[in-house]
């Protein structure tokens, strides 16, 4: 699945501040994810029972930075997690998101996953790329 040269889904930005796009089950299957806060079809069950998913609808806010709890503790858990395991920051990606706009942070976001090789999309969770397979540094 490559990335489209048009521009990307906004919709794939989650409320955590993490791209949808470039999680490992949209890159790698048929009928990938459509996004957190889209249908549940194909999504992993962990993100169909996300309590930071449950909490916003409920707090009926699109995203966590909308919240006056910001950054509460599930997201600075998650945060500490993304940035031990895939060495980024959601709420980096969040702040980006708040001082440059969604279709700047997506534009970024493309550049960053884009395979240099093939141009398929580079999954943050194993750095590798949905077309070729090529591992990425």
């Given at each position: 699945m490559q990335m489209p040269k048009e521009?990307?889904?906004t919709g794939m930005f989650a409320p955590c501040g993490m791209n949808c796009k470039v999680c490992?089950?949209?890159?790698?299957?048929k009928k990938p994810?459509?996004?957190?806060m889209n249908s549940d079809i194909g999504?992993?069950?962990?993100?169909?029972k996300c309590r930071i998913r449950n909490c916003i609808i409920?707090?009926?806010?699109?995203?966590?930075?909308?919240?006056?709890?910001?950054?509460?503790?599930?997201?600075?858990?998650l945060e500490k997690s993304y940035h031990k395991r895939y060495q980024t920051s959601l709420i980096e990606n969040s702040r980006f998101v708040?001082?440059?706009?969604?279709?700047?942070?997506?534009?970024?976001?493309?550049?960053?996953?884009?395979?240099?090789?093939?141009?398929g999309i580079i999954s943050i969770h194993d750095r590798e790329c949905s077309?070729?397979?090529?591992?990425?540094?």
């Open positions: 521009k990307i889904d490992y089950k949209h890159c790698y299957h994810c459509a996004g957190c999504k992993p069950e962990h993100c169909r409920e707090k009926d806010i699109s995203y966590c930075f909308e919240c006056s709890e910001y950054p509460c503790r599930r997201i600075k858990n708040q001082e440059h706009g969604l279709d700047c942070f997506m534009e970024q976001q493309k550049e960053k996953y884009s395979c240099s090789k093939c141009g077309e070729c397979q090529e591992k990425m540094e």
